[in-house]
């Protein structure tokens, strides 16, 4: 059984490795954005579907895994990160496009998501190759599905999405700061910074970083929807799904096709 101090390896911030799959992350982006935007909107909507049970299917069976006695480890194998949760987010967003994982993807995965492609904090325990492989299936869906959602599909947050996504993400804190009291753990940072380097260090000491992780996520979830907002009232974008969380923009290729929305969507343009 590992225990915490257990590592066998650790992937340095910026070695070769951090910085090669940074560069393929970027490349991704831009031929998925592409892609989306060119493509016949039903061809879009079944490879992101296949994708979205690919990678639910990976999130299963990892999470199995790290609950199995050769990998078992208190302070990693329990969900409880947000990237965790991020890992079935993701597949819910790409299968169903539901409004609510969509704008939920949006915020924690190029946020949250990233202090861990920017400044991964990556141990090794058990199999090095696979543990890379899955640590950076989860942190690269986690930014490309978003980039595909709002700049290939058109989904656009609103202010009702921003503030739905802030309420999840206080949801999710207090779900890991009960998980980290009962275990002794620190699942989602809430209880102390990481051991290395981080975006956390420049926000001060524990507490004090979180209320100041609080004040600017806030403020960066806001500078993520004020453009949108703006650019949609401007273009009379309409409203996409229920709750008004999202717009949706047509976009000028085939994938704006109405087989795309489904007959689910409800549409309005009164915000």
Do not use: C, K
């Amino acid at each position: 059984m590992h225990q915490a101090g257990d590592s066998i390896g650790h992937m340095p911030a910026y070695g070769a490795a951090h910085l090669v799959m940074l560069a393929l992350l970027l490349l991704a982006a831009l031929l998925a954005v592409r892609w989306a935007r060119r493509a016949e909107g039903a061809r879009v909507d079944r490879a992101l579907r296949t994708a979205g049970w690919a990678l639910l299917a990976n999130a299963v069976l990892w999470t199995s895994w790290g609950f199995a006695p050769w990998a078992w480890n208190l302070d990693e194998s329990l969900p409880l990160h947000y990237s965790d949760a991020l890992r079935f987010l993701v597949p819910i967003a790409l299968i169903t496009q539901a409004r609510w994982a969509v704008v939920v993807t949006w915020f924690w995965g190029l946020t949250l998501n990233m202090q861990s492609v920017l400044t991964p904090d990556l141990n090794y325990f058990v199999w090095v190759p696979l543990e890379f492989v899955e640590y950076w299936i989860a942190h690269a869906a986690g930014v490309l599905a978003p980039v595909v959602l709002v700049w290939g599909l058109g989904y656009r947050p609103t202010w009702r999405g921003y503030g739905l996504a802030y309420a999840a993400t206080v949801a999710w804190a207090v779900i890991a700061v009960t998980g980290n009291a009962l275990t002794g753990a620190n699942y989602g940072y809430l209880n102390r910074a990481p051991a290395g380097p981080s975006i956390l260090d420049l926000l001060g000491p524990w507490p004090q970083y979180l209320l100041v992780e609080a004040m600017l996520i806030a403020a960066v979830w806001a500078a993520m929807t004020l453009p949108w907002v703006m650019v949609d009232r401007r273009a009379g974008t309409p409203l996409s799904g229920r709750g008004g969380l999202v717009r949706r923009a047509a976009q000028a290729s085939s994938s704006s096709s109405a087989s795309r929305s489904g007959p689910s969507e409800v549409v309005t343009t009164s915000r």
